[in-house]
């Protein structure tokens, strides 16, 4: 069989993203919340943020961003699915391919979908963020007004958060934390184990594609493990791209200071925060992703159209 063409692997990992992100959004955004948290916590775990975000904000308030996501998401896993799967058949020397080959061609892919993922994800954080900020801020009571002394500064109602608002300032910040090196090796190795199925070419590099459920669990697993490893530096990663600060939180001038008063003021273990939920959205939905990825969609597509 002869490998598949570039337009497939770009549908194939357009149409695999836009279905994981919509199954494992509502994680995302409590993974994102509790990341977030400085000080008193408004979320005491994932349950207790998707149960509060629902009560005030609705069911709908559970896919804040979702809108940014899952406009950029097609391009977004498009590159790095199908970039993957060009390092690898690039890198490959008489069928096989070495562990740095595959670390390399991870790392290629990160670097390839960086200009697409790095505004997404920080326009994504700020529309995530809005509710969890909102329920910060202190409101004014009727006793309160009426009490002598100097009037207290009127609290604004929280506008409410835009797009457009946020995209304005996003064009000062810069950051991302890529974690294809660990996951797409690790991937591939897992995915080719077991039994083969008739199909046009994997991203193990043989001729022959996985089952469905094989593709699944060997996604979940690389990203449970990628997902965990690096969560550290995802938590620095969203307090940087964090734009809007909740009352009391620290801003922070780069990387290094980030580091520096998260251990001081929180202690080690914060780096820790939102691991379970990271792991959570990482594992079904690149399982999901690589299931479906692997699964042909844009052969048969393409097919159908008769390109």
Do not use: H
Not at 42 to 54: E, I, N, Q, R
């Amino acid at each position: 069989m002869q490998p598949e063409s570039l337009p497939a692997k770009l549908i194939n990992g357009g149409v695999a993203g836009l279905v994981g992100v919509t199954c494992v959004f509502p994680i995302d955004l409590a993974k994102t919340r509790l990341q977030n948290q400085q000080g008193p916590p408004v979320y005491k775990g994932m349950l207790d943020c998707l149960a509060k975000t629902v009560k005030s904000e609705g069911y709908f308030g559970c896919y804040r961003g979702a809108a940014v996501n899952l406009t950029l998401v097609t391009p977004e896993k498009a590159i790095k699915l199908a970039a993957n799967d060009v390092f690898r058949q690039k890198l490959t020397k008489d069928g096989k391919l070495p562990l740095w080959g595959e670390m390399l061609a991870g790392c290629g892919a990160g670097t390839c979908q960086v200009v697409v993922t790095t505004p997404m994800e920080m326009l994504k954080i700020q529309l995530q963020d809005a509710g969890r900020l909102a329920a910060q801020r202190p409101l004014t009571t009727p006793a309160q007004a009426g009490a002598p002394g100097p009037a207290p500064s009127p609290v604004q109602p929280p506008c409410r958060t835009s797009a457009t608002r946020i995209t304005l300032d996003l064009l000062k910040t810069r950051g991302d934390v890529p974690f294809s090196m660990i996951y797409f090796p690790l991937f591939a190795n897992l995915n080719a184990l077991g039994p083969r199925g008739a199909g046009q070419g994997c991203q193990g590099g043989g001729n022959e594609r996985a089952p469905f459920l094989q593709s699944f669990l060997s996604g979940c697993v690389a990203g449970s493990v990628a997902a965990v490893a690096v969560t550290p530096m995802d938590v620095i990663k969203t307090r940087l791209q964090t734009l809007q600060k909740g009352e009391g939180e620290d801003s922070y001038k780069g990387v290094l200071d980030c580091i520096k008063r998260i251990i001081s003021r929180e202690g080690p273990s914060a780096f820790l925060k939102g691991a379970t939920c990271r792991a959570l959205v990482i594992a079904p939905l690149f399982g999901i992703a690589q299931g479906i990825y692997f699964l042909g969609v844009g052969e048969m597509l393409l097919e159908v159209l008769g390109v």
